[in-house]
């Protein structure tokens, strides 16, 4: 791990971001180990810090605009769209999925950048994505804190993230005998 990644890591450490116990992921598989960003943006100028890191990894992207999923990436999107000078938007769940709403409205040929939190399987992403391309825009790559995908995920866009760190992900039905001592918990997110 370099220095970089050590900074990050120690940020959601020190911020209470990283968790240890038996956690409900989104997907609904389970894991010993949870990234609750939210943690880390009670602590504005460590968004700063995280922002700045994120944007010096995408500078060989070009983008007019910045789009993130809610809720995960509304803090950290609107952050990078702040240093960037650029446009920012996000999207918003209605029942169980996102849209784009309160009137926001692409550009035909807008290049937007994703900037999400933590993936893991990225189903909130490829929604994200869906709509960018429903839209007329262009998703011209995607922007996290954290990849915990372990590699396996792709988006069809440049995916860059400031930490790759992977946890154990199990099925509900095959929980490891540490886990199932452990009562589960859905932290949001």
């Not at 983008?63 to 996000?90: S, W």
């Not at 550009?107 to 960018?132: A, F, N």
């Not at 922007?143 to 790759?164: K, W, Y």
């Amino acid at each position: 791990m370099d220095d970089t990644q050590q900074e990050i890591l120690d940020i959601f450490k020190e911020t209470g971001a990283l968790l240890s116990g038996h956690f409900i992921l989104r997907s609904g598989e389970r894991s010993a180990h949870y990234f609750q960003c939210a943690r880390v943006c009670e602590h504005l100028g460590k968004v700063e810090r995280l922002a700045k890191m994120l944007l010096e990894k995408v500078s060989g992207l070009r983008f007019d605009t910045i789009l993130a999923p809610a809720m995960g990436g509304l803090v950290l999107g609107q952050e990078v769209a702040r240093l960037a000078g650029k446009r920012y938007l996000y999207v918003e769940k209605a029942g169980d999925v996102l849209e784009l709403r309160r009137g926001f409205k692409f550009s035909p040929g807008e290049r937007v950048l994703v900037v999400e939190d933590v993936i893991t399987r990225g189903g909130r992403v490829r929604e994200t994505l869906d709509i960018v391309a429903k839209n007329g825009a262009e998703a011209v790559g995607l922007a996290v804190l954290v990849d915990r995908s372990e590699g396996r995920a792709s988006f069809g866009v440049p995916l860059i993230s400031l930490l790759e760190l992977s946890f154990p992900t199990y099925p509900p039905d095959a929980i490891p005998e540490e886990l199932r001592g452990i009562t589960p918990i859905k932290p949001g997110s």
